[in-house]
Structure formats: C-alpha cells, structure tokens
C-alpha cells in the first residue's frame, strides 16, 4: 500500500511561485508513476501533470509554459514547480501514484494523498 503526504501549498500573490512536495512510502518508488491533479471548488478533478517511472512528463493544458514536475528517486519524493500563478489556478492539489501507465484521469490512478490548499490572491 503506498501513501502520499503532499506539502508546500499556501496562499501567493498573483505571479507568484510554488513548489509542491510529495512524499511517497510503502511502495518502490523508482517503479511509480506519479501525477499532480487539482480540483477547484465546485469543479471536476483536473489533470496537472505526471512523470513516469523513466521520466517522462507530460503536462495539462493548465500548467504548460509555467508549470514543471520533477522526481528525486533517491528521496521518494515528486515535485510540482508552480510559476507565474494565478487566481484561476486556486485549488486543493493532489499528488496521485500508479503502478502502471501514464494516465490523465483521475480514474487511472489508485494511490492519492490528502491534498494541500493553493491559493493565488488577485
């Protein structure tokens, strides 16, 4: 059973930076894929960005030109650089982890962590 224990969220002013953390344990973590997903109040849960087992990024249309996600295998840990925020992108963000494929639904993924808040004040 993995967990994921997201951190790093707060409140930003508009154009601002964050870099969301997301610790991973119980698992092997090399062998993981791991996503970010976010959900806004009142909207489905969104597709961030993911990085597989060997590496490969892909993003959503949300975060390309701004957004980067990066791995430290030695750390168990995948990481969401967030630039040039916006209030649009406020939401509880959620770091997500397979044993299998890529995906970009919610619905391909069977680990999730607790989410943390992002805030981008106008």
């Known amino acids: 059973q993995v967990q994921l224990v997201e951190s790093g969220g707060g409140l930003v002013q508009n154009g601002g930076s964050l870099r969301l953390s997301c610790a991973a344990s119980?698992?092997?973590?090399?062998?993981?894929?791991m996503a970010w997903f976010r959900q806004a109040p009142g909207k489905e849960r969104e597709f961030v960005a993911s990085?597989?087992?060997?590496?490969?990024?892909a993003l959503g249309e949300p975060a390309k030109g701004r957004f980067a996600i990066y791995r430290g295998n030695a750390r168990n840990t995948v990481y969401l650089q967030m630039n040039s925020l916006k209030p649009e992108d406020t939401a509880i963000y959620y770091c997500?982890?397979?044993?299998?494929?890529?995906?970009?639904?919610?619905?391909?993924?069977?680990?999730w962590g607790q989410g943390t808040q992002v805030t981008a004040s106008s």
């Open positions: 997500a982890a397979d044993g299998g494929r890529v995906g970009y639904r919610a619905g391909d993924y069977d680990y």
């Open positions: 119980g698992g092997t973590f090399s062998t993981l894929t």
């Open positions: 990085i597989s087992r060997s590496g490969i990024r």
